[in-house]
């Protein structure tokens, strides 16, 4: 008789991954490769609505996301990411999340789209920046 036990990946890989293994292979390169890499994951995994950009950074296990669109520029949209663990949110790097939103809005909006990570310590959370530029369409 064989008895199968169903498996569930674990925040502690992610963390080991994320935290750990990444930074010391990529080294002073992470952020700017981290950046492209969030651009690649978002192209194999398109949304079909911003709406839905939340939902897969619950799923990817990045954590719960938020908008603050209402206090934004027209040419903006910022996105909030909580952080629970101050030390993680101290020396981690979010340029991959950064880079999965921005190619997000970029294919959803068709405008040339950048996005970076604001940290702010004192409320445990990063602010993501998403701009784009009315004026370069994308094809």
Not at 4 to 22: A, F, M, N, R, S
Not at 30 to 48: H, M, Q, T
Not at 105 to 119: D, P, S
Request: charged residues 30%.
């Amino acid at each position: 008789m064989t008895i199968e036990i169903e498996t569930k990946p674990t925040q502690l890989g992610y963390e080991i991954l994320k935290d750990h293994v990444l930074p010391s292979i990529l080294g002073k390169h992470e952020d700017d490769i981290l950046y492209w890499a969030g651009k690649s994951v978002a192209r194999k995994f398109p949304v079909f609505s911003i709406d839905e950009i939340p939902t897969f950074f619950e799923e990817a296990g990045w954590g719960p996301l938020t908008y603050e669109d209402a206090r934004a520029p027209k040419d903006e949209s910022w996105l909030t990411l909580r952080q629970s663990d101050r030390t993680l949110l101290e020396k981690r790097s979010y340029q991959l999340e950064a880079g999965f939103i921005a190619q997000q809005f970029q294919k959803l909006n068709g405008f040339l789209t950048e996005c970076y990570g604001e940290k702010l310590l004192k409320d445990d959370q990063i602010r993501f920046i998403v701009k784009w530029d009315p004026k370069t369409k994308m094809q």
